[in-house]
């Protein structure tokens, strides 16, 4: 089975990360997530919700403070990273090589194997720091992709977005979850 790393940061937008969750999982790809304490808090504020519910989605959950955890070797082989919500700190650390938690160290495994990591960056308005940590993580192999909503499919809810935006950003790793595509809608 083809497994894939999911983090979730504390930046606003958690339901990026709980529906990547959500459509792997019917897609049929292991997942193994990675939590920020921030996101917890995050879950709390945005969601009103405790992380059992998120964590169930998944199935491997690692302790954010376990650095020797699985997911931190080049041996453990997956499909890559998709990082869904990611903050600001969490690309910074990305940029620079110098990780603090299993998230990000997970990340930088990511990239010095070669694999996909796709960052769902959540920040606005962007600095110089921003933006050069973004070319960083660029030049080392990284997607940065922001989650920017389309309207071609005439959403009709947050979720449609957000189920759009997650879509795109799974099939970065080459993979097809039923998401609607230009050229299929219907005028």
Known sequence: MEKIIVGITGATGIEYGIKALSLLKECG??????????????????????????E????????????????????FKTLGMLIAPCTVKSLSEIATGVTSTLLTRAADVTLKER??????????????????????????????????PSFYTRPQSVDVIVTHTVGRALDLFGLDCGMPRWGDISE
């Open 56 to 75: 169930s989605l998944a199935d491997r959950v690692y302790d954010a403070r376990d650095i020797g955890a699985a997911v931190a070797s080049g041996s």
């Open 115 to 148: 694999r996909r990591l796709v960052l769902l960056f959540r920040e606005t308005p962007l600095h110089l720091g921003h933006i050069r940590s973004m070319a960083a993580v660029t030049e080392m192999g990284g997607i940065v992709m922001p989650p920017v």
């Open 29 to 54: 790809i292991e997942t193994h997530l990675v939590i920020s304490r921030s996101a917890e808090r995050v879950l709390e504020l945005e969601l009103h919700s405790d992380k059992a519910g998120m």
